[in-house]
T-cell receptor, first 115, second 116 residues
Framework: SQQGEEDPQALSIQEGENATMNCSYK?????LQWYRQNSGRGLVHLIL?????REKHSGRLRVTLDTSKKSSSLLITASRAADTASYFCATGRNAGGTSYGKLTFGQGTILTVHP | GAGVSQTPSNKVTEKGKYVELRCDPI?????LYWYRQSLGQGPEFLIY????????DSGLPNDRFFAVRPEGSVSTLKIQRTERGDSAVYLCASSSIVFAGANVLTFGAGSRLTVL
């Protein structure tokens, strides 16, 4: 079953604009990650935020996490045509005191950036 | 190897046939995961291994699906008596625990299975 739900399901913007994608989840988590997927094949890890963090930055990416609302957002600033892809949030939970354990992915947001 | 390798990249089979999908993870990664992704959906968890043992196989849909990792490296996902509903991209990923104390996954390119 899918834990996360992303919205919007699809987002279409112009190059240079910012893109914001949201993710909601249901159970307590240890960390939340965002992945990117091109052409329906392998996913690539973008950024990880732990449950005791509220905001993380990496280059043009900014992730926020609100554990009280069980939600996260991914902001891509100054978007480029090359950012066109599907973006997925994934939640991880502690398993036996470590962070080993499955990641549960959401349904994804399809981002299209027009040149 | 440098990345996660999956073979075959594409597999077309007939309903009722047996299929094996192989995954070669990043050298030294102790955790290995199998996911299934249908068109327009997110990856759906199937099973993950810590070393040679299946730590969590709760996502395997039924007993036609089985996965092994006998030496703690290469894994094989086996599907018996394939059905048309098994058609999907099967993704393998591996991880090392060392990154920020969490399991960041490195994915392979996937094996696209089509059951006619």
């Amino acid at each position: 079953s899918q834990q996360g739900e992303e919205d919007p399901q699809a987002l279409s913007i112009q190059e240079g604009e910012n893109a914001t994608m949201n993710c909601s989840y249901k159970t307590s988590i240890n960390n939340l990650q965002w992945y990117r997927q091109n052409s329906g094949r392998g996913l690539v890890h973008l950024i990880l935020i732990r449950s005791n963090e509220r905001e993380k930055h990496s280059g043009r990416l900014r992730v926020t996490l609100d554990t009280s609302k069980k939600s996260s957002s991914l902001l891509i600033t100054a978007s480029r045509a090359a950012d066109t892809a599907s973006y997925f949030c994934a939640t991880g939970r502690n398993a036996g005191g470590t962070s080993y354990g499955k990641l549960t992915f959401g349904q994804g947001t399809i981002l299209t950036v027009h040149p | 190897g440098a990345g996660v390798s999956q073979t075959p990249s594409n597999k077309v089979t007939e309903k009722g046939k047996y299929v094996e999908l192989r995954c070669d993870p990043i050298s030294g990664h102790t955790a290995l995961y199998w996911y299934r992704q249908s068109l327009g959906q997110g990856p759906e968890f199937l099973i993950y291994f810590q070393g040679t043992g299946a730590a969590d196989d709760s996502g395997l849909p039924n007993d036609r699906f089985f996965a092994v990792r006998p030496e703690g490296s290469v894994s094989t996902l086996k599907i018996q008596r394939t059905e048309r509903g098994d058609s999907a991209v099967y993704l393998c990923a591996s991880s090392s625990i060392v990154f920020a104390g969490a399991n960041v996954l490195t994915f392979g390119a996937g094996s696209r299975l089509t059951v006619l």
